[in-house]
């Protein structure tokens, strides 16, 4: 009970108001926090609106290690014009992690979305010529990293740079028709030259299915052939009710332990709508229409589902000593992106706390999966 008193009073030294407590009342050690104890980080996205809702923001200081900013730290976001550099939404963020003893992991530097135009193409829509795409990409990544250097402990360097279909291997972005394929190579050394303490990752959804993998794994080795710093490799773990198996799952989470590197769920959610497409987030894939059937509630039945998925999920996870994090893409029902995304304004339920902050089933299986896989008689062994 004391920490989450403790969490509770630091919320209202940031925000200069006293905090309601979050609506239902959880024993410390019954938090994703206390449950994963040493063994690994558990964390959520949040924005810097969440940071002033009382109730969500002290739920989310009881019950995670870390935060990734879900827009507040993307290249649009930090440098809409060009040299003109805009950090406080994300400085916000940062501050409410540092105040609740949280760490931070910066998302993301290099990515064909929420990006400004200006950086890999000219006012037509051409690619800019090599050396001057090649100086911006620096330009900003140095300017970010060094800007949080110290403060966030590692980077999704590049964001979903493997296309979806078999050819050309890498996606057809203004990035990489300005520079070529190794505008990937070039993000991972301008990010490690601007901060050699940070952990540095490879980002991307699907790439532990089997569509998609061998292509990510080239490029990971082509990086370390290079001889660059890349610590893990996110799997964003956009996933569904009934799909992806997770047999599949498992083969992708070997794949990338067998390359060394540390494994980490960074954008974890799991859809109970229905799509057209599977799982994943291409966020040029948006449909424009598709079934609501849950806009009064989730049915018992699909809610038990859900909460087995989880737990099955998070089974296999915590099977995994080289799963150093999972982050939840947000924290309750009412702030996820899944209600408008792959269709616009419907009312989805993929997370572990429903839309008055309580928790639903899938909390209490994963509270489970987490104890059980936690070590007996100790703490277990430290997030690296
Ligand atoms: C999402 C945000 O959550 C939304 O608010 C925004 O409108 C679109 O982007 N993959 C990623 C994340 O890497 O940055 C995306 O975040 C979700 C898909």
């Known amino acids: 009970m004391r920490i989450v008193i403790i969490c509770l009073a630091l919320t209202s030294m940031v925000h200069g108001q006293p905090v309601p407590p979050a609506p239902e009342t959880r024993s410390a050690d019954h938090t994703l926090r206390q449950a994963t104890g040493d063994r690994l980080l558990i964390g959520t996205a949040v924005t810097s609106f969440d940071m002033g809702r009382p109730g969500l923001a002290a739920l989310i200081a009881e019950q995670f290690g870390c935060l990734t900013a879900g827009n507040e730290m993307k290249p649009d976001s930090l440098q809409h014009m060009k040299g003109s550099f805009t950090f406080d939404r994300a400085d916000q963020i940062v501050a409410f992690a540092k105040a609740h003893n949280m760490q931070m992991i910066g998302h993301t530097l290099c990515w064909h979305q929420q990006a400004p135009r200006w950086m890999f193409q000219d006012d037509n829509g051409r690619p800019l010529p090599r050396d001057i795409a090649l100086a911006n990409l620096k330009a900003h990544i140095e300017t970010v990293v060094k800007h949080y250097k110290g403060k966030v402990k590692g980077w999704d360097v590049v964001n979903e740079a493997i296309n979806d279909g078999p050819e050309p291997y890498l996606r057809d972005t203004p990035a990489r028709r300005a520079i070529g394929d190794d505008f990937v190579l070039k993000a991972f050394e301008f990010a490690h030259k601007a901060d050699p303490d940070a952990e ?138 899944l209600n408008n995304f792959p269709v616009r304004g419907r009312t989805n339920h993929p997370m572990l706390f429903d839309r008055q902050l309580r928790p639903k089933p899938a909390f209490q299986s994963v509270i489970q999966a987490l104890q059980s896989g936690r070590p007996r008689g100790g703490a277990g062994r430290k997030p690296n």
């Open 200 to 337: 540095l990752y490879y980002n991307d959804y699907n790439i532990e299915l089997d569509y998609k993998r061998d292509r990510a794994l080239r490029l990971i080795r082509q990086i370390k052939a290079a001889g660059l710093r890349i610590d893990g490799v996110g799997i964003q773990g956009h996933w569904m009710l009934e799909s992806p198996g997770v047999a599949e799952i498992e083969r992708g989470i070997r794949a990338y332990v067998g390359e060394g590197l540390k494994v980490m769920i960074t954008e974890m959610d799991i859809d109970v709508l229905p799509r057209r497409r599977g799982a994943g987030a291409d966020l040029g894939a948006a449909e424009t229409q598709g079934l609501d059937p849950y806009k009064a509630g989730l049915p018992d039945e699909v809610q038990q589902k859900l909460a087995q998925r989880y737990g099955d999920l998070f089974g296999l996870l915590m099977r995994f000593p080289q799963i150093t994090r999972v982050t939840l893409w947000g924290t309750s029902d009412g702030d996820t992106w």
